[in-house]
């Protein structure tokens, strides 16, 4: 009885961190959205308070007592034996969260925030001005600041590995290198291959598609993908992205660009591969700190099996490119399956990772991870980043910038002291293909349904085996439950070199 009690509790507080959470998303997607200009200074107040509130509610002592009345110590973070699995799963995460936050002092906490802020301010004139010699001192200070959370937090052998595990819980640096070393290796030969080949012509792509109809072609295709308006909403932003606002509430954005309405379509598509797993955690764990992804990486295999795997498959565009002419008859007149399919699988090296296609992409993860390893084991000093950058990127990819804005300052997370983040990426191609091979298997029809713009049996499936758990199984052991193996590249090697074979004729 004593026990119930105790677990209403803590469920209570879990459930009110959960509130507060999602009324700061709120907050966070109308200032990405919808904020008029000046509105952004008392915007910024709002949220530090709102996000004061949910830390102290969750790092208060009751939470702390409560967790270890149920025996939820940091060795034993899952607590009595006797208790019920998923209750076990719950005080898991919960212990976890809450080990997190209360192991920083408050004093590191508002200095750590506000040296971020000004890092974050130094990098975008940074960047603009291409000025790396600017934003070093800020670099260093991330660095530093990284690292000491790391400290705070605790780690087994690297204070990498104490980042990793913000995003990927039960990865580290080691298993991580086993599968992109030779991932790098195979990409980088596979890529070499493709630019030997001549590029497709998609110069139909530049002749002017009204983002108006753009957007009405963005929203048929979420609702033929099976997202249910009632329950999210797309809008614009400048940089697309997904949040949830509640259970029956997830919005997702993109942008138009008039001269390649492929990038909104495919950003649309990559936003509700995330929208479906949010909205699917079953009944159980809504409210609670289970209803979220596993990882960064699992929610990225979700996103990249939609956007890459699907969305950029054959079966996809023979059942939506009548649709797609239907909306753009005199843009797409003369443009057959064979040169549109061939327009939205175009490979070729690049320097900038958001623009990377699907066989480069995980190219561009590998060297930045290369790089914070590097950074965090002292074998690299950060102001030798630059040279090493455009070194690594010649040999991995084969092009070499000329400025470190299009280089080593690309990317707006090391200045906001996001290390350990971007293997994440990567991580969901190898994931998302993983559970593709245990999907086809399961579901043998996949592609003719495909075709046909049926995708029940997918989100059947999906829902089934992945979205169910919620956050309850961390990556390796998701993995395992699904696919009955642990993390491998084979998979996702032998999808994109047989993909690419065919399309390129090597
Ligand atoms: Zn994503």
Known sequence: MKTNETLAKLHAIDRECNYLEKALAVLRWDQETYLPELGVEDRSEQLALLEGIAHKRLTSPETGRLLGELGSVPENPRGDE???EPERDFLKVLR??????VKLPPDFVAAAAKAEGLSQACWVQAKKNNDFAAFLPHLEAMIGISRKRADYWGYKDKPYDGLLDIYEPGMSSDSISAVFGPLGERLSALLGKIAAKPRPDTSFLECGFDTGVQASFNKELMKRLGFDTRRGRLDVSAHPFTTTL????????????????????????????????ELAFSAGLRGSCLADGASMGIHESQSRLWENVIGRS??????????????????????????????????????????????SYSLHIILRFELEKALFSGSLKAADLPGQWRRRMKEILGVEPETDAEGVLQDVHWSMGSFGYFPSYALGNLYGLQFFRTLKADLPHFEEDAAKGDFSAL????????????????????????????????????????????????
């Not at 997830?250 to 797993?277: K, M, Q, W």
């Open 96 to 101: 976890r969260n809450y080990d997190r936050a």
């Open 459 to 506: 989100h059947s499936w999906l829902a089934d085996t992945i979205y169910v758990w919620g956050r309850r199984l961390d990556p390796p052991d998701l993995l395992k439950k699904v696919t009955g193996q642990s993390l491998s590249a084979d998979p996702f090697l032998h999808y994109i070199e047989s993909k690419y074979a065919d399309i390129y004729g090597i």
């Open 314 to 359: 054959r079966p996809f565009w023979e059942g939506f490119f009548p649709l797609l002419k239907s909306y753009f008859p005199e843009q797409l007149k003369s443009v057959g399956i064979d040169p549109f399919y061939h327009a939205v699988n175009q490979a070729r090296p690049s320097l900038i990772r958001v623009e990377a296609d699907e066989v």
């Open 246 to 277: 509640g259970a029956d509430d997830v919005r997702i954005t993109t942008r138009y660009l008039r001269d390649n309405p492929l990038s909104a379509i495919f950003s649309t598509i990559h936003e509700c591969g995330h929208a479906f797993y």
């Open 82 to 84: 006797s208790l019920p």
